[in-house]
C-alpha cells in the first residue's frame, strides 16, 4: 500500500516538474520575444531618428532658401516694386465636390491643407510653403481683422485681441464700476439709489459673475482729489450725474472729463430732477446742451424728472440695468434672466465643450495680465533678445524649450509679452499659446489648470469636440497627443509661452512634456528666476536677461522725472549715476520703482530726503519697503495708516486677491474717497494692481515686502486669515455662493488647517458644484485628500449630503437645481473613474427631471447623454447607443435639427461606431454634426469671442463721429466687419455703404479703399444670395484695383477670385474663365510656377472647363496640377489623392473605365492612408482646397454637380 502511495505520488512530482520545465520554457520564450521585440522597437527609433534628422536638414535647407529669398523680396520692396504677400491674401476657392447625380455626396476628409498629412509631407511644409490656401478671408478688411473668415473665429477673435490698445480698460475689467456725481441737492436721490438699487445691481451683477461697484466721493471741499477722480472716471464703466437747478464749479471738471471727453463712447446717464417754477442755472442748462448735441457720440441718456425722488430713482436704476446688461456686459437681451454662475445655462460654452467649462474668470486674468505685462513705455535693449526668440522660431527641430532666464524683476514678462505682439504682428500663420503665472499658491499657478486651459485652447481647432478628462494625470498625459494632433495639421508654426513657470507646484512633476520630444513645428520658451529654476531644466537653451546698462538705468530714472515736470541738479545726477552700478540697483523692476519714488518726491516736494533715502537701498525689497513708509507718512490720519495696513495684509494671505466691494463689506466704516486715494498710491508706486476685477500685487516682491513688513509673526497672517474665512463664511451661511466663496473659502481653511471646517465646506453641494463645473477638478480633490478622505468615503459623504437636501426640495426650480447637483456628482465620479458609483446619481437625476419637468424635456437628455458616456467606458456600446438615440430624439424635438445640442449627440453617435469599427455610421454622423456646428459657430461664434465681439462693435459705432475723414471711414468698415462675424447683416450693409460714402467723399470713388467697401459689401450681398448686386460690385471693385494697384497685388488677386466663383455660381462660366486664368497667372508672378498655390488655381479652372465638358482643355491642367503637388507636397498628400479622383472622373467621362478605376485606386490609398492618421477625427476647418470631384458611380450623364460653397 504504502509502496503503491510513494509510486502516486513519484509520479506527481515527476508531472509537476515537467510542468514547471515547460513553464519555464514558455517564459524563457516569452523574455526571448520581448527582447526581439525591444530590438526591433529601438531599430525602428534608431531609423526614425535618421529619417527625422534628414529632413530636419531639409527645412532648414528650405529655410534658408526662404531666408535668401525674402531678402530678395525686400530690396525689390525697397526700390518700390509691388511685391504679392501671401499673408495678405484670401482662402482658396469654393470646394465644389463633383459627384454623380443620384448619389450622395462624399465628404473627402482630406480635402485641405488643414487636414493632419504624412509625416513626410509635414515635415515639408511647416515652413516653407506658404500661399493663398493659408489665409482666410471671406470679407476684405485692413488692420487689425487682416484675416477674418465666418468659418473661424478663432482667428478673428485673435484678431481682435491684437489690437488691446483699442479697447478701454472697462471693456475688460470683470467689475461693473459705476461712478456717481451729486449735489447737494440731489443728495437724498443719491442716498436712496445706494440703499435701494445698488444692492440689487450687486446681486444682479453678483449672479453672472461681476462685481458691481457705485463709487461716489462726498460732498466736501477739503477732499477733493482731482488726480484720483480723473482716474475713477477712467476706470469707471458707467458714470451717473444727479443734478437739480445748480452745477458747482467743483464739480464742473469732474462733468466735463466724464461727458464731453468721453473719447471711448462709454455709457453715460444724467438725472435731472425739474421742479415747477425753478429755472436751471446756466451751467446746468450749458451741460444738457452740450451732452445733447454729443448725444449720437457720447451715449449719454438723459432722464428728466418731475415729482417723487423715490420714482426718479427708479426710473434711473431701470435704465442703469438696462445699460449694464446690454451695453457693459454685451448681453443682446436686458431683459435676460439671470442665473447663478455654475448653472447650466449661465455659461453658453456647454454647448461646445460637453460639460468641461472655461473658467471665463481665468480667462479673464490671463488677458488682463497679459495687458499688464506689455504695458511699458520703456523696453531698453530688448531687440537682441527678440533677435535670439525669433531663431528659435525658425531653428530646425528637434530643438528643446527655451529658458528665458533673469532675476526677480528683470523685465521677463515684459519681454515675452511684447515679443508675443510682434509675433502676432508680423507671424498670422503662427498660433501662440501663453500662459502668465502669478505668486506661487494661487490659480494661476494650479498645473492642471494650466494644462486644462492650454488644452482647450488647442480644442478650439477641431470642429468635432470630444470630451475632455479633468483627471489631472490623464490631462498632462493628453496634452501631448492634443499638442501633436494640431501641429500635423496646423500651417506654421505653434509657439506655447508659459512665463514664471518656476512658480508653478511641483512644476517637474506636472510639466514632464517639456522633456519629451516636441512635434517639428512646435516651440515652447518658458521664463525662469535664476535662483528656482529646476536643476534638471539648466541644459536647455537659455537666454539670460541682464541687468539695465549703468547708462541706461540712470536715463530711464532722469525721463520719469523730466515727463513729471521735475528738474534733478547736476550733483543729485552724478549720485545717481554713481548708484547705479551694481546689479541690483541696475535690475528693471528696481530702476521702475527708484523712478516712481523720485517723481512722488518731486510732487511733494522733497526730492533731496527721498533721494537719499532711495540710496540707500541696495536691492528692491528694501526699495519697496521704503515706498510703503513713504505712502504711510503721506497719510495725515493713524486709521488710514492701518486700514492700509489691513488691505495689504488681506491681499497678502488671499488665494487670488480681493475685490474693492469685499474691502467695502470687511470695513463698514471705510469711504470710497479713503479706499480710492489709497489704492492710487499702491497702484502707482508699483504695490497693487486690477485683475479680474480684483486687488492683486503687482509684482512678487511686493507680494514678500509686505509679509517682511507687517506679517513676520505667524499668528498674525492666521487672524487675517480667520478674517477672511468668517467674511466667506458669512455669504456661505447667508446661500450667497459666488465663484468668489468658492475659490477662496475651501483654499483659506485648508492653509489653515482647519480639516473639519474644510470637510463641512466642501459639503456645500453648490461650493463643491462651482469648483468642478468651472474645471477646478484637482484643486476639489486636493482638498478632500487634505481632510483624509479616499474616493469612496467622498462618493458616500456626497450621497449623504445630497438626500438630506433633496428632503428640503420642495417646487420646480429646486426640484431642477437637485437633478443639476446628482448630474455633477455623477460626472465627478465618472471623472474620478468611480463608474458603477457615478451611475446612481446619474439615473436619480434622470428620474427627477422626467418626474419635475417632462420625459421630452432637453434636461432629460442631457441625464441620458451623461449616462450613455458611462456604458461606454463599461464597453456596453448598445446601451449606450439606445441612450444617445433617445437623448437625440429629444433635442431635436426640443432644440431641432439644426442646434449645437443635437450635433453634440451626433457627434457622441459617431465617436461610438467609431469606436466599434462601424465606419460607414460614423461617417454619415459626423459629417451631419461636423454641419451642425460649422453653421452654429457662424451665427453665434466660438467660447470667449463673441460677447467680447459684440462689445467692441458697440463701442465702436459711438466713436464713428460725425466728421467725414478716412479714419472714420475705416472705423464704419471695421463695423460693418464686426455685425457681419455677429450675422446681422442688415445693420452690417449699414455701415459698410456708409463707409463706401464717406470713401468715395473724402478720398474719390476711384481710390482702393472704396474698392475695399465694394468688395466686403459684394462679398455681403453673396451671402444674403444677391447675386446679380454682389456682380456689380465686385466688377466695380475690379476695375477700380486694376487701374490702381499692380497686376500682382494680392488685393486684386481677392477680387478676381471671388468674382470669379460668383461668375461659375451664377452659370456664367464663359465669363469666369479668363478670371481663373488671370488667378493662375497671378500666382505664377507671386509664387513661382512650381508652387501648390498655382497648382490650386491650375485645379480649379481644370474643373470649370470640366463643368463646360471641355476635358482637352482640363486634361493637361490637372496633370500640371499633380506633378506640381506631388513634387512640393508628397505623393501620399490629401492635395494629390483629391487631384487624382478628379483625374479618375475625367478618365472616366472620357470612356477610359480602366484607367480610371487606376486613379481612383490610388487616390482611395491616400485616403486610407490619412484616415488612418486622422483616427477619425473631423477634417480640420481651415480646408481651403481646390475642387474636386467624387467618383461613386458614373451611370448619370451629367457626373459633375458643383458642391455649393464652403
Known amino acids: 500500500m504504502g509502496t503503491a502511495s510513494s509510486l502516486a505520488l513519484q509520479k506527481t512530482y515527476q508531472k509537476i516538474l515537467r510542468e514547471k520545465e515547460s513553464a519555464l520554457e514558455a517564459k524563457y520564450q516569452a523574455m526571448e520575444r520581448a527582447a526581439t521585440f525591444e530590438h526591433d522597437r529601438d531599430k525602428v527609433k534608431r531609423q526614425f531618428k535618421i529619417f527625422r534628422e534628414t529632413k530636419e536638414n531639409e527645412i532648414q535647407d528650405l529655410l534658408r532658401a526662404k531666408r535668401e529669398l525674402e531678402s530678395k523680396l525686400q530690396r525689390l520692396q525697397a526700390q518700390g516694386i509691388q511685391i504679392f504677400d501671401p499673408g495678405e491674401s484670401d482662402s482658396d476657392d469654393n470646394c465644389a465636390d463633383i459627384t454623380a447625380a443620384g448619389t450622395q455626396c462624399e465628404y473627402w476628409a482630406g480635402g485641405a ?145 466724464a461727458f464731453l471727453k468721453n473719447s471711448e463712447g462709454k455709457p453715460r446717464l444724467i438725472y435731472h430732477r425739474l421742479e415747477d417754477g425753478k429755472v436751471s442755472s446756466n451751467s446746468v442748462q450749458q451741460l444738457i446742451d452740450q451732452v445733447s448735441n454729443l448725444n449720437k457720440t457720447s451715449k449719454a441718456k438723459i432722464i428728466d424728472h418731475s415729482g417723487d425722488p423715490a420714482e426718479g430713482v427708479y426710473k434711473t436704476y431701470i435704465c442703469v440695468e438696462k445699460v449694464i446688461k446690454q451695453d457693459i456686459l454685451g448681453f443682446e437681451n436686458a431683459d435676460l434672466e439671470t442665473k447663478d454662475l455654475g448653472s447650466e445655462d449661465s455659461i453658453p460654452e456647454e454647448d461646445d465643450f460637453g460639460d468641461v467649462l472655461w473658467d471665463i474668470h481665468d480667462e479673464q486674468e490671463q488677458m488682463e495680465t497679459f495687458q499688464q505685462a506689455s504695458n511699458s513705455a520703456q523696453e531698453l535693449g530688448f531687440e537682441k533678445y527678440y533677435r535670439r526668440l525669433n531663431d528659435l522660431v525658425v531653428a530646425p ?87 501633436e494632433k494640431l501641429s500635423a495639421r496646423h500651417q506654421g508654426s505653434i509657439i506655447i509661452v508659459i512665463d514664471s513657470i518656476d512658480q508653478v507646484q511641483q512644476v517637474e512633476k506636472h510639466m514632464k512634456w517639456l522633456i519629451d520630444p516636441l512635434p517639428v513645428n512646435v516651440r515652447v520658451i518658458v ?61 528693471a523692476l528696481y530702476v521702475t520703482l527708484f523712478s516712481k519714488m523720485m517723481t512722488r518726491a518731486g510732487r511733494a516736494g522733497n526730492v533731496d530726503k527721498i533721494l537719499h533715502q532711495c540710496l540707500q537701498c541696495q536691492d528692491t525689497v528694501s526699495l519697496y519697503r521704503l515706498a510703503l513708509r513713504s505712502i504711510e507718512e503721506s497719510m495725515a490720519k493713524d486709521v488710514d495708516k492701518e486700514l492700509m495696513r489691513e488691505i495689504l495684509c488681506l491681499v497678502n494671505v488671499s488665494h487670488n486677491g480681493v475685490s474693492e466691494s469685499e474691502l467695502m463689506e470687511l470695513y463698514p466704516e471705510m469711504s470710497w474717497a479713503v479706499l480710492t486715494s489709497l489704492i492710487h498710491s499702491l497702484h502707482k508706486m508699483c504695490l497693487l494692481t486690477y485683475g479680474c476685477g480684483l486687488l492683486r500685487f503687482q509684482h512678487l516682491q511686493a507680494w514678500e515686502t509686505v509679509r517682511l513688513e507687517y506679517m513676520e509673526d505667524p499668528t498674525i497672517t492666521s487672524s487675517y486669515r480667520q478674517k477672511l ?91 431642477t437645481r437637485l437633478a443639476d447637483l446628482y448630474e455633477t456628482l455623477g460626472c465627478f465620479l465618472k471623472d474620478l473613474g468611480l463608474l458603477s458609483q457615478a451611475v446612481v446619481p446619474l439615473q436619480r437625476s434622470l428620474e427627477i427631471r422626467e418626474t419635475a419637468l417632462d420625459p421630452d424635456h432637453p434636461g432629460v437628455a442631457q441625464s441620458l447623454h451623461q449616462l450613455a458616456s458611462v456604458h461606454v467606458h463599461w464597453k456596453k456600446f448598445g446601451n449606450a447607443e439606445q441612450l444617445y438615440k433617445q437623448a437625440l430624439e429629444i433635442s431635436e424635438n426640443a432644440y431641432g435639427a439644426a442646434h449645437p445640442r443635437t450635433a453634440r449627440e451626433l457627434a457622441a453617435l459617431a465617436a461610438l461606431y467609431q469606436r466599434q469599427s462601424k465606419y460607414e455610421q460614423a461617417e454619415h454622423f459626423r459629417k451631419k454634426s461636423f454641419k451642425i456646428r460649422q453653421k452654429a459657430t457662424r451665427r453665434k461664434g466660438n467660447l470667449y469671442g463673441f460677447a467680447l465681439l459684440r462689445r467692441r462693435a458697440l463701442q465702436l459705432e459711438e466713436l464713428t463721429l460725425g466728421k467725414d475723414t478716412p479714419d472714420n471711414a475705416r472705423t464704419l468698415n471695421e463695423l460693418g466687419v464686426l455685425y457681419y462675424l455677429q450675422n446681422n447683416l442688415e445693420t452690417a450693409e449699414q455701415f459698410l455703404k456708409r463707409s463706401l460714402e464717406m470713401r468715395e467723399r473724402v478720398l474719390g470713388p476711384d481710390h482702393p479703399d472704396c474698392a475695399q467697401s465694394l468688395n466686403n459689401l459684394a462679398a455681403l450681398c453673396n451671402e444674403k444670395k444677391q447675386y446679380d448686386k454682389a456682380e456689380e460690385l465686385y466688377e466695380r471693385a475690379l476695375d477700380i484695383r486694376r487701374r490702381a494697384l499692380a497686376p500682382d497685388h494680392p488685393s486684386l488677386a481677392y ?55 471641355k476635358h482637352i482643355e482640363a486634361l493637361p491642367l490637372y496633370e500640371r496640377a499633380l506633378k506640381i503637388y506631388e513634387d512640393s507636397l508628397g505623393r501620399m498628400h490629401p492635395r494629390v489623392g483629391e487631384t487624382l479622383k478628379n483625374l479618375a472622373v475625367l478618365s472616366y467621362e472620357e470612356g477610359d473605365f480602366e484607367k480610371a478605376a487606376e486613379l481612383y485606386k490610388r487616390a482611395m490609398e491616400i485616403k486610407e492612408a490619412e484616415t488612418s492618421l486622422l483616427g477619425g477625427k473631423a477634417p480640420s476647418r481651415h480646408s481651403s482646397s481646390g475642387d474636386t470631384f467624387s467618383l461613386k458611380t458614373a451611370h448619370s450623364p451629367n457626373v459633375f454637380l458643383p458642391r455649393g460653397q464652403r
Request: some cysteine; glycine content about 4%; hydrophobic content about 40%.
Open 1055 to 1109: 477680387t478676381v477670385k471671388h468674382l470669379a466663383i460668383l461668375y461659375k455660381k451664377m452659370g456664367k462660366p464663359d465669363k469666369a474663365v479668363p478670371l481663373y486664368e488671370l488667378a493662375v497667372e497671378i500666382r505664377q508672378k507671386s509664387f513661382g510656377p512650381k508652387h501648390p498655390s498655382v497648382a490650386t488655381a491650375l485645379v480649379n479652372l481644370a474643373v470649370l472647363y470640366s463643368q463646360m465638358k
Open 397 to 483: 527641430a528637434p530643438i528643446p524649450p527655451l529658458l528665458v532666464s533673469g532675476g526677480p524683476g528683470s523685465g521677463k514678462s515684459l519681454l515675452l509679452s511684447k515679443w508675443i505682439q510682434l509675433q502676432q504682428k508680423n507671424s498670422p500663420n503662427a498660433l501662440i499659446l501663453s500662459h502668465f503665472v502669478g505668486r506661487p499658491m494661487s490659480a494661476s499657478s494650479e498645473s492642471s489648470l494650466i494644462i486644462k486651459r492650454l488644452t482647450l485652447k488647442l480644442m478650439q481647432h477641431f470642429w468635432a469636440v470630444s470630451a475632455l478628462t479633468l483627471d489631472p494625470a490623464k490631462l498632462l498625459e493628453e496634452f501631448p497627443r492634443w499638442l
Open 527 to 587: 521664463s525662469v528666476n535664476v535662483e528656482t529654476c529646476p536643476a534638471a531644466w539648466r541644459l536647455w537653451p537659455t537666454l539670460h536677461l541682464d541687468p539695465l546698462n549703468p547708462n541706461d538705468a540712470k536715463c530711464i530714472i532722469l525721463s520719469e522725472c523730466h515727463s513729471a515736470d521735475m528738474s534733478v541738479s547736476k550733483e543729485q545726477e552724478k549720485k545717481l549715476e554713481q548708484h547705479c552700478r551694481s546689479a541690483t540697483t541696475r535690475n
Open 725 to 815: 474665512i468668517s467674511y466667506f463664511s458669512l455669504q456661505l451661511s447667508q446661500d450667497r455662493v459666488t465663484w468668489r466663496s468658492a475659490d477662496e473659502l475651501p483654499w483659506l481653511l485648508q492653509q489653515q488647517g482647519s480639516k473639519q471646517k474644510l470637510h463641512d465646506c466642501l459639503l456645500n453641494l453648490f461650493v463643491s458644484q462651482n469648483l468642478y463645473k468651472r474645471g477646478h477638478f484637482a484643486e476639489l480633490l486636493s482638498y478632500w485628500q487634505f481632510v483624509g478622505k479616499d474616493k469612496s468615503a467622498m462618493a458616500s459623504e456626497y450621497f449623504d449630503a445630497l438626500k438630506q437636501f433633496e428632503k428640503s426640495c420642495e417646487g420646480e426650480d429646486s426640484m
Open 113 to 257: 491643407l488643414g487636414s493632419e498629412p504624412s509625416i513626410g509631407s509635414m515635415i515639408q511644409l511647416q515652413q516653407s510653403v506658404r500661399g493663398p490656401e493659408f489665409a482666410h478671408s471671406s470679407i476684405d478688411v485692413e488692420g487689425p481683422f487682416a484675416n477674418i473668415n465666418r468659418d473661424d473665429w478663432d482667428i478673428a477673435v485673435a484678431s481682435l485681441l491684437q489690437v488691446t490698445p483699442l479697447f478701454s480698460h472697462s471693456l475688460w475689467s470683470n467689475a461693473v464700476r459705476c461712478y456717481l456725481i451729486y449735489t447737494e441737492e440731489t443728495q437724498p436721490e443719491v442716498e436712496l439709489f445706494l440703499k435701494e438699487c445698488s444692492p440689487k445691481l450687486k446681486r444682479m451683477c453678483e449672479t453672472m459673475g461681476y462685481f458691481f461697484h457705485a463709487v461716489y466721493f462726498p460732498i466736501d471741499v477739503e477732499n477733493q482729489n482731482l488726480t484720483i477722480r480723473k482716474w475713477e472716471i477712467e476706470k469707471s464703466s458707467l458714470v451717473i450725474l444727479f443734478i437739480h437747478s445748480t452745477l458747482p464749479s467743483l464739480l464742473w471738471e469732474d462733468c466735463e472729463e
